[in-house]
């Protein structure tokens, strides 16, 4: 449990804005480290009943004076807050003195010099605030431009002021006969940005963001919402017009920004003459939540169809612990061939959710949702654990240990250290009995994670290779193909992307001579090669007489599940010929 010094703790808990950070506990919950003397006034109890009784007071009396309507709303968003450390940016009724007030809570998470993890929860009574600021404008017919209606950083106006005055700016804009578009940008990886570059770099690139939209949407509302998150209310203009004026937005951004940053994520809502200001920033949040990984669609329009999805992902993230833990999500095994022995040589553990409800659900769906709310890097790990869980399954069957890749994706490495939990895992199921090393399991990187990563990624990268394991990249020529990742990483292996064989005849061939070019290329500089997407014995000697050393695709072997494979073997059905360990080592050889 993290203890602040004395020091420290008593200016926290002085403080006349009502706060509470939250810290770890030994159970693995978390419990109070700080409260201000505002929260106390605020929530009434003194503030050892807070810290003694946080089982039962603290966990629900939060929630207590919470309109009973938007209780569970509320209770749900602050344990995703604390549990995923998802965002928490909320606006709530709760009852004060003889009524409800308008409360807004802001809570952000601060990692300390130990590398513990603390929740601070800020709360403001909206109500009160607007009220003393109205008593004054009434008093002296003034509009005071203050830090509760603007942000102090960007000077753009805040989320106090749009709550206020969304509904008539978009009314304003009906009333001429106009559509309202409204727009939700977030900056992405803004922690990565902030990590590489600091915090005054990041600030830096937060007040670019808000001149540039200043700029573009010179008669709208351009809102500064909470950290990097930012809103617009305007006049619709067509969907060409917003789009070449969010493609000139992102653009400048990359060109004016200190260092590299890919831009924004943009949500597009164009309204109608009844919709609310909340109801389109709804709408349009959902759109920004589903804008997809791909560098060069970094925006969305809603649609209809947009609830759906983005209920599925709410579904996917609430019940991603319980898949876990259930078992619900399972390693499905696909097998690389040796192209020129024709015996497999390895394994990708592929990830599969099976679920109680919806059935199979494909990585397509649930792999965004948890690349969108952070949580990739417990998917991943979660997968290499269940890998060195399987092995020994694997050595009592008498099956070949052959190598496994797991895929981790590059915003693991932002949450985790990778190497230290990869040899944490495989210390913990004593992997070494079994007669294999660390060389046994393969890391895969996405091409495009290479694309955009940072010094420290690199380092980390080298470490995954210092410390035994295999390093591949996989889907290279997806699209984000440069030939510095020759140069730049000391890989093993290469995969191309399976779109590049499935169309290797378009264009008189060129894609032959791409995959034969790049194979030379990587066989000089002492690195091997796969290509994905093998489905026909045509592809199959192409890659053969190309010189292609690995294989993967339908041709050889369809992913499945370990339980599968042993079924077959138990009733003597034929499974694929598969490299024992002496010819894996004597193939090895002349690898190196």
Not at 175 to 188: F, S, T
Not at 518 to 541: P, S, V, Y
Request: charged content about 30%; some cysteine; aromatic content about 14%.
């Amino acid at each position: 449990m993290y203890i602040f010094p004395d020091e420290i703790k008593k200016s926290y808990e002085s403080l006349k804005v009502p706060m509470i950070v939250m810290g770890p506990s030994a159970s693995g919950d978390y419990e109070p480290l700080a409260i201000s003397d505002g929260f106390i006034n605020y929530y009434g109890a003194s503030r050892e009943d807070w810290y003694g009784y946080y089982g039962g007071r603290l966990k629900e009396g939060l929630f207590a004076r919470v309109h009973p309507s938007e209780r569970d709303k509320l209770r749900a968003i602050s344990h995703d807050f604390l549990d995923k450390k998802t965002e928490y940016d909320v606006t709530f009724r709760a009852r004060r003195d003889v009524g409800y007030h308008l409360i807004h809570s802001i809570g952000y998470w601060q990692k300390m010099e130990d590398g513990t993890d603390l929740a601070f929860i800020v709360y403001h009574d909206v109500q009160k605030h607007e009220d003393t600021l109205l008593e004054i404008s009434n008093r002296y017919k003034l509009f005071q431009k203050d830090e509760f209606y603007f942000d102090s950083l960007t000077s753009l106006p805040n989320i106090n002021y749009v709550n206020k005055n969304g509904d008539s700016k978009i009314q304003e804009i009906t009333a001429r006969g106009k559509i309202p578009v409204v727009l939700y940008l977030d900056i992405d990886s803004m922690q990565s940005y902030n990590r590489r570059y600091g915090f005054e770099k990041g600030d830096d690139l937060l007040i670019l963001v808000a001149n540039i939209l200043m700029e573009e949407f010179t008669h709208g509302i351009v809102v500064r919402i909470v950290s990097d998150h930012f809103a617009v209310i305007d006049e619709y203009s067509g969907e060409e017009d917003i789009i070449s004026k969010i493609e000139d937005i992102n653009s400048k951004i990359k060109i004016r920004a200190y260092g590299t940053t890919t831009g924004l994520n943009i949500g597009v809502y164009v309204g109608n003459e009844g919709v609310s200001y909340t109801e389109a920033l709804d709408h349009a949040i959902r759109a920004n939540k589903l804008v997809g990984e791909d560098l060069n669609k970094f925006y969305r329009f809603y649609t209809a169809e947009d609830d759906t999805l983005y209920n599925h992902q709410r579904y996917i993230v609430e019940n991603f612990d319980k898949a876990m833990e259930e078992g619900w999500i399972k390693v499905f095994y696909q097998c690389f061939l040796r192209i020129e022995s024709g015996n497999g040589m390895g394994f990708e553990a592929l990830a599969r959710w099976v679920d109680p409800v919806y059935g199979m659900v494909r990585p397509d769906d649930f792999i965004p949702a948890l690349d969108k709310y952070h949580l990739t890097h417990e998917m991943d790990l979660y997968m290499f654990e269940t890998v060195c869980k399987e092995v020994k399954i694997r050595y009592d069957e008498g099956l070949p240990l052959l190598p496994v890749s797991i895929n981790f994706s590059r915003q693991d490495f932002d949450y985790i250290d990778v190497v230290g939990e990869l040899n944490r895992i495989y210390d913990e199921y004593n992997i070494d009995q079994y007669g294999i090393d660390k060389s046994y399991f393969i890391i895969e990187i996405t091409e495009q994670g290479l694309a955009t990563a940072t010094d420290a990624f690199y380092e980390q990268l080298a470490k995954i290779r210092e410390s035994g394991y295999k390093l591949w990249v996989d889907d290279f020529g997806s699209g984000y193909s440069s030939l510095n990742v020759f140069s730049n990483f000391d890989i093993d292996l290469i995969k191309f992307d399976m779109n590049l064989l499935m169309n290797m005849d378009a264009r008189n061939g060129a894609n032959k001579v791409i995959i034969k070019g790049m194979i030379d290329i990587a066989h000089k500089l002492g690195i091997h090669t796969l290509c994905e997407g093998m489905e026909t014995e045509e592809q199959r000697q192409f890659l053969l007489d190309a010189g292609c050393e690995l294989g993967q695709g339908y041709f050889y072997h369809i992913p499945e599940s370990l339980d599968t494979i042993l079924d077959r073997l138990h009733k003597n059905i034929p499974i694929p010929k598969w490299e024992s360990k002496n010819e894996r080592i004597e193939r090895e050889k002349s690898w190196r």
